[in-house]
Structure formats: C-alpha cells, structure tokens
C-alpha cells in the first residue's frame, strides 16, 4: 500500500519568514495530492491540492509543488502570519487518502 | 460549499454502552463517505470507506462489528460504536467525495468521544 512520509515534525517560523513542508509518497499510482490545515479539535481543511498531471500550484500565499520522477511534494507558506499556527497534514491519493504524519508549525509574533 | 457536518460535537458515555455519530453532506451528494480515528497529536487513520446502499470496506485490523457503519442515503452515513471501552475514546472524524472532483474530500469538524 501507500506510505507518505512528513517532514519535519514540527517548525517554528518568525512571523514574516517562508515555512516549507515536505513530503515523500511511493506508491506510483497515486495521482491527487491534498494539503490539510488542522487546527486543535477541528477536522482537517483543504487548503491547497495537486494533480499529477501538474508541477506546482499557487494561490496567495501557499503553494505546492510535485515532483512525480522522485516522489515528492512540498507546501510552500510565504509572509507567515500567526494565524498560520497548525498541523499540517500532506496526503496521497489512490483510491483512497494516506496521511502523513503531520507538521505542528509555529508562527512566533 | 461543500459543507459536511458531524452530530454530536462531543459525547461522553459509560463504558458497554453504544454511542452513533452521523456524518452529514449538507450541500451536496456524498458518493463516497470515509470514517478516520485520530488519537492526540497523531495523523488521520482510516477505518472504513462508504457508498451509498453498499455495504461498508474495512481497513485491515477494524473490527466491522465493533464499529458498524451505515450509509443509508447520499447525504448521511453513521458511525455507531458498539459496545464502547475507554480505549474507544478518540476523535471520529468523517469526509465526503462528491462535491466536485470525485477525490477531494470534504472533513467534517469531528467528534470527540470519551468512554468511562
């Protein structure tokens, strides 16, 4: 099956400063890449995705981008602001999601 | 758009007793409904996948008689916990596909359960 591998576990940004979330998939198959931003005790909102007919994706300040040859992805969150502060989970999708195992960023006032 | 509500919020219970949570399309046709388990500070694990009038698909290792899921129309599945031990206690959180692309999910805010 599908395994996702998170990286890293937890950041801690200044306000202002770029945060940047990677992510590693194997199963090939998989085609859909969703980000979800976790708040404490809330479900998971999608905040940005890609397909894997796509290398990268922008909307304001987050952006993800895909590298299908190496099987990787990351999410790009430029200008941080505090309100950034969650967990943020990648996914991979084949039928069905595997989660990463999250990234607890930090964004210091 | 694409709205996906959870009922009840929070529920605490005594331990054997049964609880059902509903997971609910509000805007929406759910082709596919999915229920996660997530313990503190750990990821989303799958538990079941749902169709409408389809019998529920299990991840390995869930019991389908602990865990019994119903999808019983395209705007609702249920979640009903039978027989629950505190080591049920955790956060049910369920998604939908259908508003849209047929992979993106839409999460509903979850529930907490604490069993006595």
């Known amino acids: 099956g599908e395994n996702v591998e998170q990286h890293p576990s937890t950041l801690s940004v200044q306000e202002g400063d770029s945060a940047v979330i990677k992510c590693t998939y194997s199963?090939?198959?998989?085609?859909?890449f969703p980000w979800y931003k976790q708040e404490l005790g809330k479900g998971p909102q999608l905040i940005i995705d890609?397909?894997?007919?796509?290398g990268e994706k922008k909307d304001q300040r987050i952006a993800v981008t895909l590298n299908k040859t190496a099987k990787h992805f990351s999410l790009h969150i430029t200008e941080t602001q505090p309100e950034d502060s969650a967990v943020y989970f990648c996914?991979?999708?084949?039928?069905?999601?595997?989660f990463g195992d999250g990234t607890t960023l930090t964004v210091k006032p | 758009g694409a709205v996906v509500s959870q009922h009840p919020s929070w529920v605490i219970c005594k331990s054997g007793t049964s609880v059902k949570i509903e997971c609910r399309s509000l805007?929406?046709?759910?082709?596919?409904m999915f229920w996660y388990r997530q313990f503190p500070k750990q990821s989303l694990m799958l538990m079941a996948t749902s169709n409408e009038g389809s019998k529920a698909t299990y991840e390995q290792g869930v019991e389908k008689d602990k865990f019994l899921i119903n999808h019983a129309s395209l705007t609702l599945s249920t979640l009903t916990v039978t027989s629950a031990h505190p080591e049920d206690s955790s956060f049910y959180i369920c998604?939908?596909?259908?508003?849209?692309?047929?992979?993106?999910?839409?999460f509903g805010p979850g529930t907490r359960l604490t069993v006595l």
């Open positions: 998604s939908a596909t259908g508003a849209g692309a047929t992979d993106t999910q839409y």
């Open positions: 996914a991979a999708w084949s039928g069905k999601s595997t």
């Open positions: 805007d929406f046709q759910a082709t596919t």
């Open positions: 890609i397909r894997s007919n796509v």
């Open positions: 199963d090939s198959a998989s085609n859909y």
